[in-house]
């Protein structure tokens, strides 16, 4: 079955390698992009999610447009106690309010926000970013509107959508602390489209308040015209390529795609049609400073009769409102207008502009010199400041739950089980061959422990990123999955430590239960300091170590081990971002990296969960720590506690959580979480003391990082020495990229020397 899978992700990957070499030829990147370097990345990563995308909807797996929509909500907001977010319904219509909490004595500015995505992508969800931001900037009641999408619910549902949302909020706006007089349309992209489309349709209506102004974020107006200066110049510019924006477009009316390259030549025009629209519509009216970027007037085409009756929905105002009579221009609200210079509807924006000035219509226009049509989505993706390079990591997330995602799809197709195809992604690319080492598969203990070895001292290292993945350890080398991703580390570390790396391959959950996964770890360290002699290993020089829960069992190991007088005494442990505790997940470090990749909080609860074979019905309740009993908690709040950890870890807006409940029910159902083999953070003072010397490394922006500082203060307050070493830009993981060139980070790599640095320095 394995080798069935694996051939089934080399296909998988080789088609999307194609689509890679096919699409990317294509995007051309401006030299006036100051970071150009990011939008190539961009690029490749909406390639891969289209790629991946039309390939499983082609084998018939799951839909193109539910699968980029998975994708586009991949990582939500952090929380914001500064604001009240309610989700309710505008009459049919799904709707989300997001209000200041502050006082204010008077009614506030209300905002519509239609969200883009060509009315076939984007949601609430995707949008909350910006929604936030706009509320929390502007002291606005902001209603963020979830249209229904295509193709599920046909174009115009999503224009009828927007347009009852925004009559119903026009009528109740007082209900939300809103002054009617004071309501604001606004949208970006095809959300820009919805947005003026809205406005138009509102300036008859005198049952109604006036809007007060529309702004349109670099809008699609028109269809007319595919070879404006604009779609000339950035044709070729990601995220939206000329060829792009019309398929989309096509595929949101439900228009033949086949008819394309004669729009593009501008077949579907009729005559009558072109006589009426070239006062609005022509690269006439577009100010000369944006062709000097090799603009060439495109020839004219004779229009076919047949191409423009399949093309007669393109000249509805709803999908063009460029095209609005001048009746209707005329009556519009004061506008702003953002355009981005490398973008294909640039001169959309500068074309309605000219419109509404031309009416007497106010318009404040803001043109982003660099920009490039998604930027304002992007840039308010935020992650937490400081962490190394976000867009990376990004990618790295996307391709994590895109493959989760297909793993459960496959899982429910009953081809295999998620956590298969999960764990033959994170196994990564294998190395090449190294002639400076000795590498050796053993097994060991009756088969209970296959063993990876390097001949060049000893340290036994147990290592993983995820609980249910196949990772194991090394001399000094943290990471292992198998023989893929940390095979690098563990040859790094023998290459660097001059010696001998053990990685374990400990027995998988569920289909081997917790806790065989210490027997496993402990077999083999004990096998192994049972035959120092076979493998040339001085008896003083072992050390344990792991990372994650890799670092949970090595931490547990070295407790293990204190007791018995026949094994030589560990020489020191190396514990990487360890995961230590079960009791508390409301510490600083899990509310400031709640969301962060690629450890989010909700999903280390899943995979406790998942490692115990435990069903994740009261989840929630353990993210409240409902399931620590008041004794306990009492017990071990010397110990665990956010008064323990810095104030400078704090800074980032932590807030102390509300007393919860104990809910024996909860604890009942997860208590193996708060055993000393899960929870090693919690063991005695008797025998902390007694640990060697311990190097403990942690990461900023990772939800375990807390665990990190607590045991390092508690080995500390025992008389044990510790090297600590914080990652001030990393996240949780970060080791899993190590040596492979581009795609590592900076941080991991500094990481990685630090370790090796300790080792040497024993």
């Known amino acids: 079955m394995e080798l069935l899978l694996a051939i089934f992700l080399a296909v998988l990957t080789g088609i999307v390698a194609i689509a890679f070499y096919y699409e990317h030829p294509k995007a051309e990147i401006p030299h006036g992009i100051s970071e150009r370097q990011k939008l190539y990345a961009l690029h490749y990563s909406m390639n891969f999610c289209l790629g991946l995308a039309t390939f499983l909807e082609k084998v018939g797996i799951i839909s193109e447009v539910q699968l980029l929509r998975v994708i586009m909500e991949t990582i939500p907001p952090l929380k914001d106690s500064s604001l009240l977010i309610k989700d309710l319904r505008f009459e049919r ?30 949601s609430i969800r995707a949008y909350e970013r910006q929604c936030r931001y706009i509320c929390r900037k502007t002291n606005s009641v902001v209603v963020c509107v979830g249209y229904r999408l295509a193709p599920e619910h046909p174009y115009p549902a999503q224009f009828e959508d ?82 792009r924006t019309l398929v989309l477009g096509l595929k949101y009316v439900n228009v033949d795609l086949g008819i394309i390259k004669d729009i593009f030549k501008g077949c579907h025009v009729s005559e009558d049609r072109r006589l009426k629209y070239q006062k609005w519509v022509s690269p006439d009216y577009i100010p000369q400073e944006f062709k000097t970027r090799g603009y060439k007037p495109n020839p004219t085409y004779l229009p076919s009769k047949e191409i ?37 509807l640039r001169d959309d924006g500068l074309l309605y502009k000219k419109r509404l000035e031309d009416h007497g219509i106010k318009v404040t226009w803001c043109h982003l010199q660099e920009g490039f049509h998604g930027t304002v989505f992007l840039a308010l993706f935020e992650l937490p400041p400081g962490i190394e390079q976000p867009l ?58 296959a063993v990876n070895w390097a001949d060049l001292s000893f340290l036994a290292s147990f290592s993983t990123v995820q609980v249910s993945q196949h990772n194991s350890c090394a001399v000094g080398s943290p990471l292992h999955w198998g023989t893929g991703a940390f095979e690098r580390v563990c040859r790094y570390m023998a290459k660097k430590c001059n010696s001998v790396v053990v990685s374990v391959g400990y027995r998988l959950a569920p289909e081997h239960p917790y806790p065989g996964q210490y027997f496993d770890c402990l077999n083999a360290t004990l096998y192994f300091m049972r035959n120092l002699e ?27 081990l204190l007791n018995d007088r026949d094994l030589p005494k560990v020489r020191a442990q190396v514990l990487l971002y360890p995961g230590l505790q079960g009791l508390d997940f409301q510490l600083p470090s899990y509310q400031q990296n709640a969301f962060v990749p690629m450890l989010p909080r909700k999903m280390i609860i899943y995979l406790c969960f998942r490692y115990l074979n435990k069903k994740p019905t009261v989840w929630k309740d353990v993210l409240q720590n409902c399931h620590v009993p008041e004794s306990m908690r009492h017990q071990y709040k010397k110990w665990v506690s956010a008064d323990i950890i810095p104030d400078e870890f704090k800074i980032r807006g932590y807030i102390p959580p509300k007393p919860t409940s104990y809910k024996p029910e909860v604890h009942e159902a997860i208590k193996e979480i708060l055993a000393i083999t899960f929870s090693p953070l919690l063991a ?43 990652c001030k830009n990393g996240f949780h993981g970060i080791l899993a990229f190590f040596g492979y060139g581009i795609f590592s980070f900076l941080s991991g790599n500094k990481l990685m020397d630090s370790v090796v640095n300790y080792i040497n320095s024993l």
């Open 93 to 122: 219509v799904k709707v989300r309010i997001y209000q200041p909490k502050t006082s204010n004595n008077s009614q506030r500015r209300g905002i519509l926000y239609f969200h883009g995505g060509v009315g076939r992508l984007g």
């Open 162 to 243: 927007c347009l009852t949302a925004a009559v119903h909020f026009l009528r109740t706006a007082q209900d939300h602390g809103v002054d009617p007089s004071r309501v604001v349309v606004c949208g970006d992209s095809s959300g820009g489209t919805l947005t003026a489309a809205v406005a138009q349709a509102l300036v008859n209506r005198r049952d109604l308040p006036k809007l007060r102004a529309q702004i349109l974020i670099y809008p699609f107006l028109q269809c007319v015209d595919l070879n404006l200066p604009s779609y000339q110049q950035n044709g070729g510019v990601p995220i939206l390529l000329k060829e």
């Open 308 to 344: 423009c009756e399949v093309a007669e929905s393109v000249f509805d105002p709803v999908f063009s409102p460029l095209l609005a009579e001048d009746s209707v221009i005329a009556q519009l609200p004061e506008t702003f207008i953002l355009t981005c210079e490398f973008d294909v």
């Open 392 to 449: 990376k990591l990004r990618f790295f997330h996307s391709l994590l739950i895109t493959t989760m995602v297909g793993g459960k799809i496959l899982e429910k197709l009953g081809i295999c089980n998620d956590l298969t195809i999960l764990r033959l992604m994170l196994n990564g690319i294998p190395p090449w061959r190294d002639s400076k080492l000795l590498i050796k598969d053993l097994t060991v203990d009756e088969g209970r422990s």
């Open 534 to 560: 076979k493998y040339h290993v001085d008896p003083g020089f072992i050390i344990i170590s792991g990372d994650s829960c890799g670092a949970n069992f090595a931490t547990v190991i070295c407790q293990i």
């Open 684 to 726: 005695e003072d008797s025998i902390i003391c007694q640990l060697p010397e311990s190097y403990i490394a942690t990461c900023e922006f990772d939800v375990l990082r807390d665990d990190g500082l607590l045991y390092k203060k508690r080995l500390e307050d025992n008389g044990v020495q510790v090297t600590w070493y914080h």
